[in-house]
């Protein structure tokens, strides 16, 4: 067969092996309907019934980005509230984030990477896992692929049109997660180092994308300023995100430990018997006294946040199902593929122009998570950058053994 039709045969996988998870793994309600994780059911419900995104109660609400919640509710209006339409868009998201992770590797490293990367993003059991769940992190995936591949594309010709729709991508990634907020206006920075090294000018290009993604954005805080007369940058749980990271060490979040905290805090006590709006300003306060008081071991939290975002295996948790298989599964696919993405980040250094956004991306992301507080689930959109990165350190060990031939940077 034709490269062409073993890369069909690749994306066919992907998307199968998705619904076969779905499949065997459901995690719907016993009647088809779609559970409300993170409570992105009930908003884009909201959304179709009342055009707006509101709360349980039918307040409006900021609790979540408005971006995942659309796509739902699109979905919605198309094929109902079933739990089967969601996992099939999630294995058609899948399956394309796995082509635009093939592309990013070709366009970058060569044919070797791009199969071997597009592999992984075809089955990596995370990716498996979360396309049976009505969460944000298969979206996010398939966006940020999407985003990295437009920004690169403006880059080499940086055409009007081409940074237009870098832009618009890039906009959606912090509409569907602030947390990716910074990694847009690190995008711009990379639209201009990327264009110096080639020898292009991009600070007119790089100038325009950041007018337009920021316009874009900003959106969003308008409509919370309208809505609650207060400024909102993202969610109204910023504020929490960052206090319960530093009052829970992460080595007892998601246990018991965890709710005799939450239950005695004072500062928790005091935001609680607020509005959903009011809770922040507590929050936040109570953080930046938190952190006067304890600095070093602000910098501790940070550093466990680090090593939590990017585990090799999950904590013991009752995750409902068995953690000696999580456990397994973990080391045997991110055991490998996260040490390689680091080796494959280093040996490429600056030979490649285009790693400077990978690379601005992931750093701007962690570090967002190490200030906020993290869990695993979190780099999963940031995943098909490791990928990358990771089959390009294999590639290179290949060849230094000689069973490869060498590509030219």
């Known amino acids: ?157 940086p055409g009007r049109g081409r940074v237009l729709l870098a832009a618009f ?10 947390a990716f907020l910074p990694a847009g206006l690190g995008a711009a920075a990379a639209l ?38 207060r400024f909102i940058p993202g969610i109204t749980g910023g504020g929490n995100h960052i206090y319960i990271g530093l009052a829970v060490p992460d080595d007892i979040a998601g246990t018991p430990e965890e709710q005799k905290i939450i239950l005695s805090d004072p500062v928790i006590i005091e935001a609680g018997r607020l509005a959903e709006d009011q809770k922040d300003a507590v929050f936040y306060r109570g953080a930046a006294q938190w952190i006067r008081a304890h600095p070093a071991l602000f910098v501790g939290r940070m550093w466990g946040s680090f090593v939590k975002l990017w585990r090799l295996y999950p904590y013991p948790r009752d995750y409902g199902m068995n953690y000696r298989l999580i456990k397994w599964v973990s080391l045997l696919s991110d055991g490998w593929i996260i040490p390689l993405g680091l080796a494959g980040l280093l040996l490429a250094g ?7 956004l990978f690379n601005l991306t992931l750093a701007s992301v962690t570090l967002t998570y190490m200030v906020f507080w993290s869990i695993i689930r979190y780099r999963v959109p940031l995943m098909p950058f490791v990928f990358v990165y990771a089959a390009y350190a294999v590639r290179r060990g290949l060849e230094a053994a000689g069973l490869l031939k060498a590509e030219a940077p």
């Open 192 to 229: 201009v180092l990327i264009g110096r090294r080639r020898g292009l000018r991009t600070a007119g290009a790089a100038a325009l994308f950041l007018a337009v993604f920021m316009g874009l954005y900003a959106l969003w805080p308008l409509r919370n300023f309208g809505v609650f007369h």
């Open 1 to 157: 067969m034709t490269p062409r039709r073993w890369l069909y045969v690749l994306l066919a996988a992907a998307f199968a092996a998705r619904l076969a998870f779905c499949w065997k793994f459901p995690q719907g309600l016993a009647d088809g309907g779609v559970p409300d994780y993170d409570r992105y059911h009930r908003l884009a419900i909201s959304l179709l019934q009342h055009g707006s995104l509101l709360d349980d109660d039918g307040a409006m609400t900021a609790m979540r980005e408005p971006g995942y919640p659309f796509v739902l509710a699109g979905l919605y209006a198309v094929a109902g509230p079933r739990y089967w339409a969601v996992c099939l868009l999630h294995a058609v998201l899948g399956a394309l984030t796995a082509l635009l992770v093939f592309k990013l590797g070709l366009r970058v490293f060569g044919p070797f990477t791009a199969w071997l990367a597009a592999a992984m993003a075809a089955f990596h059991p995370q990716l498996l896992y979360y396309s049976a769940l009505p969460r944000r992190e298969t979206f996010q995936a398939l966006l940020l692929a999407a985003s990295a591949w437009a920004l690169l594309d403006a880059c080499e010709k």
């Open 169 to 178: 991508l890039w906009a959606l990634n912090p509409l569907t997660n602030s």
């Open 350 to 356: 600056r030979r490649y122009p285009e790693t400077d």
